[in-house]
């Protein structure tokens, strides 16, 4: 069982090794000038499309619709693989323009708008703050998962605690936002440090789900072959892996996915206006590509060994990757995935 003092030390101690990174990436050249370094890290970048959703909303999903989660990741596998020259061309306007923004970008094309340019930003800002409610609602639910006692609101001092949580890490996350995001006068330099970080971050994430989705697979499950008997014997999971899936609504979602990795503004930052050689785009056609391949293994396992040990109601389903190595007892593996 984890306490609240080895999570608050755990994440402040991940959150302090990524700030260590980025000062360490604005103060040294090597990797933006290696041609090994700079396409990776660039390619591990994009990987910040995998938010918090990545890890609980698509297991969640799956719990719910099998296999519908796959076009959120299906239209970013087109972009990198077929699309790349369209990012290129993107990346070569932005260069010459000066484009510091996805308002800019717009603007830019009739002549630097502004009045444009100012209706780009407010639409961008308004179409976040859903997802960035998303955002803070996982960190709250998590937090809610690993630690059961702040849903006991009886509790001696925790009265209002459970409610305070999503202010809390609005507050902790804004501060780091203005760390990472604000530290350089110049709007046009580019932020090296943070796609160090960004990067570090992406990896963190892959091991991490990969090592909760392999510890379901082969431990709790048994291996593939068990989690088609579990459908099998299971009508109830069966049913929801094996749906007639409805193809209207995978079109849909395979073309919001497929302009969300070019136009949400977090994408266009780090794939347009943080690119430095406009050559890595190639490199990350290739590593990016299988990055959301990776990411996407396990995701099905996972939900069917959630489906078949809880029964149905008693925990949310976005909540499955969670609260699986906690009723295991593995509460190392609930850490890294928390973090």
């Excluded at 909303?57 to 796959?70: C, D, I, K």
């Excluded at 609504?249 to 395979?254: F, G, V």
């Amino acid at each position: 069982m984890l306490n609240t003092w080895t999570i608050v030390v755990s994440a402040l101690g991940y959150v302090g090794l990524l700030f260590v990174i980025a000062r360490y990436g604005d103060r040294h050249d090597w990797a933006r000038t290696s041609n090994f370094w700079r396409p990776a890290i660039y390619s591990l970048s994009l990987a910040i499309y995998c938010s918090s959703w990545t890890f609980f909303g698509s297991v969640g999903l799956s719990a719910r619709s099998g296999f519908e989660f796959l076009p959120i990741y299906i239209g970013p596998f087109i972009v990198l693989v077929a699309g790349w020259p369209i990012l290129r061309i993107m990346v070569d306007v932005a260069k010459r323009q000066n484009i510091t923004s996805l308002a800019d970008f717009v603007s830019a094309r009739y002549g630097k708008n502004q009045a444009l340019g100012a209706l780009v930003a407010t639409i961008a800002v308004v179409g976040l703050a859903p997802l960035i409610s998303l955002q803070l609602k996982a960190v709250s639910l998590s937090l809610k998962t690993v630690l059961p006692q702040l849903n006991d609101t009886t509790a001696p001092g925790n009265m209002g605690l459970t409610d305070s949580v999503a202010p809390i890490a609005a507050i902790v996350l804004a501060g780091l936002a203005m760390l990472f995001g604000t530290r350089h006068i110049t709007t046009t330099e580019h932020q090296h440090g943070l796609m160090h970080a960004i990067a570090v971050d992406a990896i963190f994430k892959l091991v991490a789900f990969t090592a909760i989705g392999m510890f379901v697979t082969f431990y709790m499950i048994g291996g593939i072959g068990p989690m088609l008997d579990i459908a099998a014997r299971r009508s109830d999971i069966g049913d929801i892996l094996f749906s007639a899936s409805d193809g209207d609504r995978w079109l849909a979602i395979t073309l919001l996915s497929t302009f969300a990795i070019l136009l949400l503004p977090r994408q266009f930052h780090v794939a347009i206006v943080e690119n430095i050689n406009a050559n890595d785009i190639r490199r990350a056609a290739f590593l990016f590509p299988l990055y959301l391949i990776a990411i996407n293994l396990f995701i099905v396992p996972v939900a069917v060994a959630s489906l078949d040990t809880f029964s149905a109601g008693t925990v949310d389903p976005d909540m499955f990757v969670l609260a699986l190595p906690m009723h295991a007892g593995h509460s190392g593996i609930a850490l890294a995935v928390l973090i």
